[in-house]
């Protein structure tokens, strides 16, 4: 399973190339998103019909929501890193899932993640 980052599924919807063959060969049954990418992405929305689109493209994706485990390890993360790596609210959720889940995180922004030791990264292959 692979859980995607907010940015990857902006690209998605976008039609960035790399992005979409990437996820048609991870395949839907294997991507993932946390709820707060789903409410992220809920909150980007420019109009209804954008709103209606992610909505149908999230109905194929597994969506982990928020646990004790989750928040315990979220809290530590901000602990360890609001500091000394400027981590944000939103990334740490979505580390502190991943992490959880034991499942990949697949994100352009490897700079907000990358210093977690036991957060695994999807790198992307470089497709063309």
Not at 63 to 68: E, Q
Not at 72 to 86: E, Q, V
């Amino acid at each position: 399973m692979i859980l995607c980052d907010t940015n990857i599924l902006i690209e998605f919807y976008k039609g960035n190339p790399a992005i979409v063959q990437t996820l048609r060969t991870i395949g839907p049954a294997n991507i993932a998103v946390s709820v707060i990418t789903k409410a992220e992405l809920f909150y980007g929305a420019r109009d209804k019909q954008e709103l209606a689109k992610i909505e149908r493209h999230l109905e194929k994706c597994h969506c982990y929501g928020l646990n004790p485990a989750i928040s315990s390890l979220f809290i530590d993360l901000m602990r360890r890193y609001s500091l000394s790596h400027k981590a944000s609210v939103p990334d740490m959720l979505i580390a502190a899932t991943a992490i959880s889940h034991d499942v990949t995180l697949y994100t352009l922004n490897t700079k907000d993640f990358k210093f977690i030791p036991d957060l695994n990264l999807y790198l992307q292959i470089d497709l063309e």
